[in-house]
């Protein structure tokens, strides 16, 4: 007569091995352990990587209808800017802020000041310092600007007006 072999045990010669409390408990631990392991991971990275977004968002949140009354008196200025960059060959970048009143006519004679930043970190801004080349045009340089995602904030004060802040990202490859 054959022996029939047991359907979940196909190799007859071979030990059976029991499921017991504690091995249960052991691939519960060793997957929580992991769970745990990486949720750290990703919060001190997380945490060494983005600054936040203020210092003092309490204290700006307090100042929100200061900023919202500010924005009116820009509007009501009627000035507009228009933000662009050229990139050079050796990694340099040269922004431009072309600066018009209501009529469309350059506004001359502002001392523009402004900021180039990656948008998540203040680790790498730089200041930029603006020079009217034209009537209405006013031009800032940095070397050696690398690739990724950058924030481009100026603004331009003049006496008797209201200070004019723009600003726009612009991804350089």
């Known amino acids: 007569m054959t ?5 979940l045990r196909p190799d007859p010669a071979r030990p059976v091995r029991i499921l017991k409390g504690w091995h249960v408990f052991a691939i519960f631990a060793a997957m929580f352990g992991v769970i745990i392991a990486v949720n750290a991971t990703f919060i001190t ?17 307090l100042r929100f209808n200061e900023q919202i009354a500010a924005n009116h008196v820009q509007a009501a200025q009627g ?11 050796g990694g ?10 209501a009529a469309g006519d350059p ?3 502002v001392a523009m000041t402004g900021l180039v930043g990656r948008p998540t970190s203040d680790g790498q801004d730089r200041p930029l310092t603006f020079s009217e080349e034209a009537p209405g045009e006013y031009v800032a340089g940095v070397d050696r600007l690398g690739p990724g995602r950058w924030l481009f904030a100026v603004e331009a004060t003049r006496d008797g007006d209201a200070p004019f802040k723009a600003e726009t990202r612009v991804s350089l490859r």
């Open 92 to 101: 340099d970048a040269r922004f431009t802020a072309s600066l018009r009143d």
């Open 107 to 109: 506004v001359t004679g």
């Open 45 to 61: 990275l997380a945490l060494k990587t983005f600054s936040g977004e203020s210092d003092h968002a309490y204290m700006e949140g």
């Open 3 to 7: 022996a029939l072999a047991h359907p």
């Open 79 to 89: 000035w507009t800017m228009k933000l662009s960059m050229a990139r050079g060959a």
